[in-house]
Nanobody
């Protein structure tokens, strides 16, 4: 059974940083491109960042370009999303995704 579990959300002050973690299980992690999505209150779920199976390629939404870094550790079935200089508009539920599988999401709130 494919499972994706996110960790690391919470309340952060504007300008602060945090790192989200997603641990996958039930599949061969290294065979899949992975990504982070987010859904702000009352809005659609959109791509934040993606990473290829071997970390050779990454992609970022323009809204986080230069402030976010996506990485992965295939040995530990984990991807990370480090975000710096957080803004109130980064407030959202953040989801880990593998093709058609989604994590439950984790809340990130940027407020001061």
């Amino acid at each position: 059974q494919v499972q994706l579990v996110e960790f690391g959300g919470g309340l952060v002050s504007p300008g602060g940083s945090l790192t989200l973690t997603c641990i996958g299980s039930g599949f061969t992690f290294s065979r899949y491109d992975m990504s982070w999505y987010r859904q702000p209150p009352g809005k659609e779920r959109d791509l934040v960042a993606g990473i290829s199976r071997n970390s050779e390629h990454t992609t970022y939404d323009a809204s986080v370009e230069g402030r976010a870094t996506i990485t992965r550790d295939n040995a530990n079935n984990t991807i990370y999303l480090q975000m710096n200089n957080l803004r109130p508009e980064d407030t959202a539920v953040y989801f880990c995704r593998r093709e058609d599988a989604w994590g439950r999401g984790i809340q990130v709130t940027v407020s001061g």
